[in-house]
């Protein structure tokens, strides 16, 4: 546990060091939608999108001028003129239906893309070689990396197609019809004090004014609201772990009468979100006395701006509400921002756990382990050890312990080896080397050159797939003759299972431990590996099982097999070449220091 603490503190802080500000967030994700597969047809659709967006607002352009002569045909009470605009108006309003309809099926198309590129760009960046391991030992990003993958990736994808498609909208409303508004109340003027006073562009300063001040007042009332999202998304994603770590652990939880313990742990992680839940919920209300405040005056806002020149006799009723509509359109468009503030904070929210998350996934690779363990390239078909010591944390830590190998030694193809050691020996840290996923050591791993090497661990990874993808894994299971998954399981005495290979289980929970370890023999003979590295996988298994087992292992023919801890079977049955570890002392924290 010391060891698994130290090295997640070292991580933890190389993390710190990759913290993007906003702008370099925007910018990083940027470049990595650049390089997506999906976009060149979310740049396709955003140029349709562009299209129908304009025509749009050119219908909304003609419906705005259609004010004047409905409403003055009102005020008249010219009933054929009301008749006639009635018709315009329902092609209008109808060409608009239609140009809604498009837009929402293209927005959801585009964020269907957008998830679509995002979500394979992250997990293909996750499942590089061996950056999920090592993300794994990250206190902030490898406990849930689930919940960025998916509702983090989800969140951001949709909000930045509904936000982005808004933002262009508002803007061209804004351009379309500011000109309008100005155009409308370039001439107005009233009597102030016997005096007439006349402001070009009257109601687009009241309009910039009136959404300005909305804008100034949101942006202050909801300033700790990204923050919030983000929070619940990370408290979120501990509960939802909670619950799935202790279903994935019932039979243990049960059988040691542990559900009172469980159920406060749960309560907890419960208590957490509702937490923060109840803060968001207090900052949702402050903000909607500023967003539903000036939503509801913006009703009377417009006439009321525009009243004195009404009144003044300089506008007709038709131009009054031409003015209103124009009015309403610029102030929409620039309330844009009060009306998405709750949006907005989301999106920066999810922006950063995603921009934060991919940026780690690449330092991963850049993180260099602190030590001099070297795995040199060979032309050899061997595999040599030579000066190795490997330690459980980085060197000069207070605590360090590790192993080392007296001897420098050279394993060569069909050798049967069997590796153990004194207690306190810590022989998986060399299982893990071998693999080369462990930083911290020094000396030299040279592995063989032809790559056929499978290691092995004792706990096994059985996919939820159909029983002949379990087999096969990880290759593809379509071109392996139908005879050879038969002949694999006969010869692992899990024959039954012959009949189940298209059945799609939950292999790691319907099998019992010795059929998984069977199976693990069989998915070997499939494989067909030169060189088998076995980190104690016999180790809790009946006696018999194990000879039985071990008498399997010996039929893998010219593999060389080395097996990493003590087996009994396996000495008796492969009869191997012994090679022993010794531990290394402990580091005090005056050696540290």
Known sequence: MATEQLTIRDLDEDVQDHHLSFSEQVGFMASAFWRTRARDRILALAVTLLVIILTTVYAQYRLNQWNVPFYNAIERRDLDEFIV???????????????NVVQTYLNQITALHMREGLARDLVDEWLKPQRALKLLHIRTMGVNPDQRLHEDARNLSELTTSLAIGLVNATILLVSFIGVLWTISDTFSFQFN??????????????????????????IVGRRLPDLNAERYAKEAELR??????????????????EDSERDRVQNAVTVVLDVIRRLARGYTNLTWVSAGFGWLSTVAPILIAAPVYFAGNLTFGGLMMAVGAFNQVYGALRWYVDNFRQIADWKATLMRVSTFRKVLLALDETPGTGDLRYPQTEQDRLVMRGLELYTASPGTPGNRGLRLPDDETILPGEHIMINGDVGAHRRLLFEALAGIWPWGKGEIALPSDGRIVFVPQQGYLPHARLREVLAYPLDSAPIDEERFRTALERVGLSPLVAALDLTERWDRKLSEEDQARLRLANLFLIEPRWLVLDDILEGLEADVQLE??????????????????CEAFDSVLKPRQLHLRPLAATKPSDHA
């Open 549 to 566: 087992l071990a008498a399997t292992l010996a039929e893998l023919d010219n593999a060389a097999i080395i097996y990493i801890g003590r």
């Open 241 to 258: 772990f909670a619950l799935m770590h202790t279903n994935e652990n019932i039979l243990a939880i049960t059988l040691a009468r542990g």
């Open 85 to 99: 605009q009635l018709g315009v108006f329902a092609l209008i309003g109808g060409s608009l239906l239609l140009l």
């Open 194 to 219: 016997g005096e007439r006073v006349t402001i070009p562009g009257y109601m687009v300063w009241a309009a910039l004014g009136y959404a300005g001040l909305a804008s100034i007042l949101s942006n």
